[in-house]
C-alpha cells in the first residue's frame, strides 16, 4: 500500500482537534483540502476513519486503531524537530503564552522583562487567560504553555509544575474600616457584599468550594473579570473580597483598603506552569519555559 505520507499529518491534526477547521488551522491550510485529502485516505486504505458529526467528527474503532501509531510517530518525528531547533540561535522567533492576572503580577513580570532584553527579537503573544481557558488553549495548540493560578484541572496528556505560592487575604475599602478591629467568620461574610471573579474562573470555583466545605453557599454580589477590577471595587467601597495578599500590599500601605481578619485558614494557592508534554517547543519557548522554571524545583503533588 503506497500511500502519500501527508495524509497521515492530516490525518493526526483531524484526530487530535476532532475537528476539520481546527485541523487546517493548525496546518496552515484550508478545510476543504483537509477534506479531500481524508477521503483519499479513506479510500486508499478501504475503511472509514471518522464519523462526521454537528460539532465535527468522531474516530472509528478502526481510526482510533490507526491514530495510536500515527501518534507515536508524530511525537517522534517532532521530537526530531525540536532536537534540531534546538540547536539554532534564538534571534528570531515568537512564543505564545497564557497568563492570569494573578501569576503575571506575582512572578512572571521580571523573568518576562528579562527575556525580552536577552532576546528583543523574538515576539511575545501574552493572552489574559483564567486557568480553563489556558486549559482549553493548551489543548488546541493556540499557546506554548501557560502560567496561572491553582487550582487547574489539567489532565494527561498536560504537565502541571508549581512555581510559587501566594496566600489570599480579605480586603475591604475604607468604609469597612471598623471590620479591621474584628475577626469574621466565612458565615459572617453573607452579612456584608461580597466581590469574587466570575463563575468561569477557577478561582470562582476554589472560593465556591472553600465555602461549601463550610456548609455555606458562595452568593457574591458583584462578579467581575479581572483581579484588577476586583481591586478598583473594592476600593471604592462595593464590598469585601479576598484578593492575593502581594497584590494587595501597595494599597494596604497607602491605607487605600483595609485587610479584616478570618477566623478559618484559606489555603494556599499555587502558581503553576501548564504545559502539553507531548507538543516540542521551539527553541525560543523553551528557553523562556526555563527561565520561569529556574530556581524552581518540582513538588511531588505536582502532576
Known sequence: MDV??????????VAKYKNFTKAANALGSEQPNVTRAMNCLEQEIHCTLFIRTNRGVKLTPEGAKLFEHVAVAMAQLQAAEAE?????????????IGVSETALNICLLDKLRAFHMEHP?????????????AIRSIKNGEIDFAVVSTPTNADEPL???HIQSFQDILVGGRTFA??????????DLQNYPLICLGRETMTWQFYHDLFLSHGLELTP????????QVLSLVKSDLGLAFLPESMAQEELRQRR??????????PERQICMVYDRQHPLSAAAQRLKNDILENHTECSSCK
Request: hydrophobic share 35%.
Open 178 to 187: 471598623a471590620l479591621s478591629s474584628r475577626e469574621l467568620s466565612i458565615a
Open 4 to 13: 502519500n505520507f501527508e495524509y497521515y499529518k492530516i490525518f493526526y491534526y
Open 84 to 96: 534540531l531547533t534546538a540547536g539554532m540561535g534564538l534571534e528570531k522567533g515568537s512564543i505564545s
Open 121 to 133: 527579537g523574538i515576539r511575545l503573544k501574552i493572552y489574559n487567560h483564567s486557568a480553563p481557558q
Open 257 to 266: 483598603i483595609v485587610q479584616i481578619r478570618l477566623r478559618e485558614q484559606i
Open 159 to 161: 504537565k502541571e509544575i
Open 221 to 228: 454580589d458583584t462578579e467581575v473579570a479581572t483581579t484588577d
